[in-house]
């Protein structure tokens, strides 16, 4: 039997570009026996890696990547991978500012006494013999301190077999020093001594690099928020003695106390007190709910104003908080398929450009005749080139992205139900849970005549039988009745309804095509037909073998269903009723809606098939529903939406869910879609724009072209490194700018 798999997500320090992922990547998921696959998240510097923890461990992983030229954060016995990761980047960004300020406090003198000596200003002595070797003084901390770490990752990537962005910038800051260097030993080689060149390359990089990590740790406040909800400490009640104990320490069993004003550490059930308790966060209602005993209490929620005692029901990774902030980060780590194309162009980036920057420096040489400036422009290519927009155009408007859509109540799956959801184009609705509340009520009990029951002994054997049952019609059935026989032998028969054995009565209750294929006895039949007219779901009795009556019962519509099948009409989405009632009443409830196609009595194998047929007439379809039911079709759509009260089968098959917001939410759903995905569509242009306008520019396309500035004619190596650090951190805000969206 194969050992299961364990994922785990663990923080990445030094990648800076997508040819860092891909690396990263590759020496995990192909290079690493016993890992089942890696993926990079290059917006929080993370890897989620697949693997089976008998073959492979954390340190195994770790040497891996250290092998590809990066470290692997990994967590200890005092830090969690979620403290661990907080810790990495926070060392990451205090070594960005430290080798920054080091780059700026050499490199600001230095630029300021290489510009005055160049452009003739100041006194003579600014053209002494030894100012280059001041110069050079000046230039040579930032190389080795302000560049080390790029030094240092390019060697590893060599060893590796990898180029990266520190391959590029390696590249053409080394290249600008060792000639600089070159000139104070040879002055006769001629050309500009570009030591101010060097140092503002990697000054500048520096900086961009540590906006970039400020602007990033930004993109991930969603995460940082939900975790912000979770207390940390809680009043574990004891032999009447109240602790103040680590929430990690609770478990299942566990009493607390919660006072007004706090928030309830983790799930629990009320045993004593009353309070108003604010569940916005889960719900999106305003007003707090009324809890007391017996009532289920959330963890992060509010006690607004009560004394409360609960129980503890569920810890840790269990909670509803939890799981929550679990598909958040998973959407978060996950891939978009559109960053396919990203991953793919920058697997042969970094060789290309440093082709294309040698065949740059070939053919002004050559043709030329200057050594100097051909240099000049091979060291702007390799800057300019850097890929970094490139690998952070995609994982950061899915961070915040995703990190909206949960402020908003709806939650992806991942990354790629995040891209497809705003493609739906015809929309599949449940009807009970979906487009009603869920909660129905029986309303009718009619005694087929000649049966022999009395009305109550009807009743008794009905409730009993669907007292076992899930469905939310058998608990609407079962509501309210006391000293009820047990009923023994009890099968749900999926889309059909239940049979059970009751004081020794064989009873079936389900759809009337269930019990009586043929039809019910004329009486009955005419009742059945009135009651389905008005929008009632029937349900057939059977005792015995014999049809003995019906029960009827009314499940009220969402206040908000029919205006959200109005809003997605409008938008050109085809909302269509996919439900197991009988055609009247789902006719009833299609014509209140404004629906005009209803597929009815569907059991769940007809829903997955009637959502495979819309896929296979090419259309992107989505499905929208709540029950267990409902689960094969939610697993078969292009997009699963499930209802955020639903079973936890349906939440499980679906691709999103809608915590709160009604049908409204489904809509919300696919405009947070279709603004990410508009981001991600802004970033990639203006990554790939970026490289196809400037790097040209940067071999030496405007040299002819009058007019023009001689810094940007001749594209000067700053310039670049100016451009590329400007790149990286605009793509950054972009996608933070979508964080600012106010959504209806």
Known sequence: MPNPSVQATLPVLGMHCASCAASVEKALGRDTPGVLEAAVNLADNTVTVSYDPALVGHETLAAAVAAAGFELALPTAALSAEEAGREARRREEAGHRRDFLVGAVFTTPLFVLSMARDLGLGAAWLHAAWMPWLLGALATPVQFVTGRAFYVGAWRGLRAGTANMDTLVSLGAGAAYLHAVALLFAPGLGGHSGFETAAVILTLVRLGKLLEARARGRAGDAITALLALAPERASLLRDGVEHDVPVSRLQPGDVVRVRPGERVPVDGLVSEGHAAVDESMFTGEPLPADRGPGDEVLGGSIDRDGLLTVRVTAVGEQTALARVTALVRRAQQSKAPVQRLADRVA??????????????????????????????????????????????????????????????????????????????????????????????????????????????????????????????????????????????????????????????????????????????????????????????????????????????????????????????????????????????????????????????????????????????????????????????????????????????????????????????????????????????????????????????????????????????????????????????????????????????
């Open 347 to 744: 697997a042969v980036f970094v060789p290309v450009i440093a082709v294309v920057a040698l065949l740059t420096f070939a053919g002004w040489w050559a043709f030329g005749g200057a050594f100097a400036p051909a240099l000049t422009r091979m060291i702007a290519v390799l800057v300019v080139a850097c890929p970094c927009a490139l690998g952070l155009a995609t994982p950061t408007a899915v961070m915040v992205g995703t990190g909206l859509a949960a402020r908003h109540g709806v939650l992806f799956r991942d990354a790629a139900a995040l891209e497809r959801a705003h493609r739906v184009t015809t929309l599949l609705m449940d009807k009970t849970g979906t487009l009603t509340e869920g909660r129905p009520e029986a309303t009718d009990w009619v005694v087929a005549d000649g049966s022999g029951l009395s009305p109550q002994r009807f009743a008794a054997l009905v409730q009993a039988a669907e007292t076992p049952s899930e469905h939310p019609v058998g608990r609407s059935l079962a509501a309210g009745a006391a000293r009820l026989p047990i009923a023994t032998a009890f099968r749900v028969v999926p889309g059909h309804g239940v049979t059970a054995v009751v004081d020794g009565c064989a009873v079936r209750v389900g759809k009337p095509a269930w019990i009586a294929p043929q039809g019910a006895p004329a009486d009955l039949q005419t009742v059945a037909d009135r009651l389905a007219g008005e929008g009632r779901t029937v349900m057939l009795v059977e005792v015995d073998g014999a049809v003995a009556g019906l029960v009827a019962v009314r499940d009220a519509l969402r206040p908000e269903a029919a205006a959200a099948v109005q809003d997605l009409e409008t938008l050109g989405v085809d909302v269509i009723m996919l439900t197991g009632d009988g055609p009247l009443a789902a006719a009833a409830v299609a014509r209140e809606l404004g629906i005009q196609q209803v597929f009815d009595s569907a059991t769940p194998q007809d829903k997955a098939a009637v959502v495979g047929g819309f896929l296979a007439d090419c259309c992107t379809v989505g499905m929208v529903g709540d029950g267990v039911n409902d689960a094969p079709a939610l697993a078969t759509a292009d997009v699963g939406f499930a209802v955020g009260h639903g079973s936890h089968i349906a939440i499980e098959a679906a691709d999103v869910t809608l915590v709160r917001g009604g049908l409204g939410a489904v809509q919300r759903a696919r405009e947070l879609s279709r603004l990410t995905m508009r981001t991600v569509r802004q970033n990639l242009a203006w990554a790939f724009g970026y490289n196809v306008v400037l790097i040209p520019v940067a071999a030496g396309a405007l040299h002819g072209v009058p007019g023009l500035p001689p810094m940007l004619r001749d594209f000067h190596p700053m310039l670049a490194a100016a451009a590329m650090a400007f790149s990286s951190v605009s793509v950054v805000l972009n996608s933070l700018r979508l964080g600012r969206r106010r959504l209806p």
